[in-house]
């Protein structure tokens, strides 16, 4: 009896000798598959009604299984992914770039510790793009992260082929080893051929398992002429009609109306010279609020000192109750930080004065939009008609783009794909602004990549015309109000005697008003005619102003010195102004202490 419990404790000891090094080989993951069954149904149209059959053992809580399916074939087609099961188990899937992602289990629950899955998919790849020849060229095993203890396939096929040509590789990526596979065929299934097979060995981490098998041209009888680049083409044209709706909406409702220029010799009556540059060019430039510098000076609020340095200012009063509130702000800031009244213009450029020009801009498109009865430009309300067809457009391209790889079966995700199109929409017009942006800054292969870039997002010059041109018909409907078109009459024709006046004129208005050059000066600066406006006086013996002391001598000083000087000067400023503003946007590196999330790496992580 004594010798029968050594003999069983002797042989309890030896198996558990034996199985301790699989149950911590096992348990070193966690989660390993025992048993993968793959079949794969290749049918006449070159799609492959895939089942997976899983027996998994989690050695962690996890709340199931994930499985990213490749959207593009291994040439770089699109592939349609349809019809997914998982035989009534919970499941979810979502696209993360190149990948649909298959989420098999319940979010709010965790998995048994022995789990058997068996997810069934038609993954269609439609005409494979070869001219001589077809193929069957599939992963059946994909790239693990685990072990599997046994994996057994079935390939069915619609047609009899050459046997002799067939090859699996099985190993790492790139290997060409099949050594630890083990396959025969079969003639059965509709008069096609059946290949099962298995692998001898436990299959490792990050091991794949292809199949490789050559065929001639015409194999797949169904799959002829047919790809979905095509037919993604074919419907993305079908957005293009909703850009001809844009136009009509644009021609009607947003394109500018005719006017008819009127003979001006001074500018209207309650526009200061930014403002102007806003009903002549639909936006406020940066210069346009500069050149209140001269404005101001010529209506007695300031003095204007010429140096080597720039402009020294000088405040000689307070503004008037009437000047503009954007105005009396601008002004007020100007010399908020300095304690005499003067200051200079390198000054404010290496402060934050950028910041002051930027709401004076803001405040001149705010006052004169504000009341219905004064207002230049017409509400946006209207853009929302020419824009309603882009977002068809994008609902349409991005649906096409995502229909292949996932189903839209609800009103949530419905509205899921119209936010992504808002954003897309978004995206196309930051680019597009960006690019016009950098035409006026003379950044020209950024504004050819800026404009390029939308076509390269969505590959397709259809799609790309399709949103491209309402987002440019958008940019450009800014119509103006009838205010705002008699303001545009008065001002072309201002800017048109201040390019063509004839001598005689110009006489008559000098002697009339011996500022009068003075007066407009600030207004040929916005409308971007100061040195043609300047040589119209040359002939004209005109005194340097008041409010302006020179390098100068009083006997060389002339009309076409004096504007230069003030606009050269001016131009320094503002390009001081830009640099002051980069540098307080660049961000800055570890030797300034660096910042919380500011260096490379890093990035997010999560689990299932």
């Known amino acids: 009896m004594r010798r029968l419990s050594v003999f069983f404790s002797f042989a309890v000891l030896v198996?558990?000798?034996?199985?301790?090094?699989?149950?911590?080989?096992?348990?070193?993951?966690?989660?390993?598959?025992?048993?993968?069954?793959?079949?794969?149904?290749?049918?006449?149209?070159?799609?492959?009604?895939?089942?997976?059959?899983?027996?998994?053992?989690?050695?962690?809580?996890?709340?199931?299984?994930?499985?990213?399916?490749?959207?593009?074939?291994?040439?770089?087609?699109?592939?349609?992914?349809?019809?997914?099961?998982?035989?009534?188990?919970?499941?979810?899937?979502?696209?993360?770039?190149?990948?649909?992602?298959?989420r098999i289990g319940d979010?709010?629950?965790?998995?048994?510790?022995?789990?058997?899955?068996?997810?069934?998919?038609?993954y269609d790849i439609g005409d494979d793009g070869l001219e001589d020849m077809d193929e069957l060229y599939y992963n059946l095993l994909p790239d693990y992260d685990t072990t599997i203890d046994e994996v057994t396939f079935t390939i069915e096929m619609p047609h009899p082929f050459d046997a002799k040509r067939l090859n699996f590789t099985h190993g790492p990526k790139g290997s060409k080893d099949n050594t630890y596979v083990e396959w025969s065929v079969s003639g059965t299934v509709s008069d096609g051929t059946v290949i099962t097979g298995r692998l001898t060995r436990v299959n490792q981490p990050h091991e794949q398992l292809t199949v490789a098998l050559p065929l001639p041209k015409g194999y797949y009888t169904a799959a002829a002429g047919r790809t979905h680049a095509n037919a993604s083409l074919a419907y993305s044209w079908l957005a293009l009609p909703a850009v001809g709706v844009s136009l009509l909406f644009w021609y009607f409702l947003g394109r500018e109306r005719k006017f008819f220029p009127t003979v001006e010799f001074y500018p209207p009556p309650g526009l200061n010279p930014a403002a102007a540059g806003y009903v002549m060019n639909k936006k406020v430039s940066q210069m346009d609020v500069i050149s209140f510098i001269i404005y101001?000076?010529?209506?007695?609020?300031?003095?204007?000192?010429?140096?080597?340095?720039?402009?020294?200012?000088?405040?000689?009063?307070?503004?008037?109750?009437?000047?503009?509130?954007?105005?009396?702000?601008?002004?007020?800031?100007?010399?908020?930080?300095?304690?005499?009244?003067?200051?200079?213009?390198?000054?404010?450029?290496?402060?934050?004065?950028?910041?002051?020009?930027?709401?004076?801009?803001?405040?001149?498109?705010?006052?004169?939009?504000?009341?219905?009865?004064?207002?230049?430009?017409?509400?946006?309300?209207?853009?929302?008609?020419?824009?309603?067809?882009?977002?068809?457009?994008?609902?349409?391209?991005?649906?096409?783009?995502?229909?292949?790889?996932?189903?839209?079966?609800?009103?949530?995700?419905?509205?899921?794909?119209?936010?992504?199109?808002?954003?897309?929409?978004m995206l196309l017009g930051i680019l597009l602004s960006f690019s016009i942006n950098c035409i006026r800054r003379r950044k020209y292969v950024l504004s050819i990549m800026a404009a390029v870039m939308p076509i390269a997002l969505f590959g397709i010059?259809?799609?790309?015309?399709?949103?491209?041109?309402?987002?440019?018909?958008?940019?450009?409907?800014?119509?103006?109000?009838?205010?705002?078109?008699?303001?545009?009459?008065?001002?072309?024709?201002?800017?048109?005697?201040?390019?063509?006046?004839?001598?005689?004129?110009?006489?008559?208005?000098?002697?009339?008003?011996?500022?009068y050059f003075y007066n407009v000066l600030p207004y040929?600066?916005?409308?971007?005619?100061?040195?043609?406006?300047?040589?119209?006086?040359?002939?004209?013996?005109?005194?340097?102003?008041?409010?302006?002391?020179?390098?100068?001598?009083e006997s060389s000083f002339s009309s076409l010195s004096f504007a230069s000087n003030l606009s050269d000067g001016l131009s320094r400023f503002e390009k001081a102004v830009d640099a002051s503003r980069?540098?307080?946007?660049?961000?800055?590196?570890?030797s300034d202490g660096g910042s919380s999330g500011g260096g490379s790496g890093g990035g997010s992580g999560t689990s299932w």
């Open 582 to 590: 980069r540098s307080d946007s660049d961000s800055g590196d570890s």
């Open 15 to 102: 198996l558990v000798v034996l199985c301790t090094p699989a149950a911590a080989a096992s348990a070193k993951y966690p989660w390993v598959i025992d048993t993968l069954d793959v079949r794969l149904a290749a049918r006449d149209d070159n799609s492959y009604h895939i089942t997976e059959t899983y027996g998994v053992t989690f050695n962690e809580q996890r709340h199931g299984i994930q499985r990213n399916l490749p959207l593009n074939s291994y040439r770089g087609n699109p592939v349609e992914i349809r019809d997914i099961d998982l035989a009534g188990r919970p499941f979810s899937t979502r696209r993360d770039g190149e990948d649909l992602v298959v």
């Open 296 to 425: 101001w000076a010529d209506k007695g609020y300031l003095h204007i000192s010429d140096d080597a340095n720039g402009f020294s200012l000088r405040k000689l009063r307070e503004m008037d109750p009437e000047a503009k509130p954007y105005e009396k702000k601008l002004f007020d800031a100007m010399f908020s930080r300095v304690s005499d009244g003067q200051v200079t213009t390198s000054t404010l450029a290496d402060g934050e004065f950028y910041s002051d020009l930027d709401n004076a801009r803001k405040g001149v498109v705010s006052f004169h939009n504000e009341d219905p009865g004064t207002r230049i430009f017409k509400k946006g309300a209207y853009k929302l008609l020419i824009g309603a067809p882009l977002l068809i457009c994008l609902f349409i391209i991005i649906f096409t783009a995502l229909g292949g790889a996932m189903e839209i079966e609800s009103v949530l995700a419905a509205l899921a794909v119209a936010g992504v199109c808002l954003f897309c929409l």
């Open 107 to 122: 979010p709010d629950k965790w998995a048994n510790a022995k789990e058997r899955y068996t997810l069934s998919y038609i």
């Open 461 to 515: 010059m259809g799609q790309a015309a399709a949103l491209i041109i309402p987002c440019a018909l958008i940019y450009g409907s800014r119509r103006r109000t009838d205010v705002g078109l008699k303001y545009l009459e008065r001002l072309t024709g201002f800017k048109t005697f201040l390019e063509t006046a004839e001598r005689d004129r110009i006489d008559m208005l000098a002697n009339k008003d011996p500022q």
């Open 524 to 553: 040929a600066l916005t409308l971007g005619v100061t040195d043609t406006w300047a040589k119209k006086f040359k002939h004209v013996g005109l005194r340097p102003p008041e409010w302006y002391d020179s390098r100068e001598t």
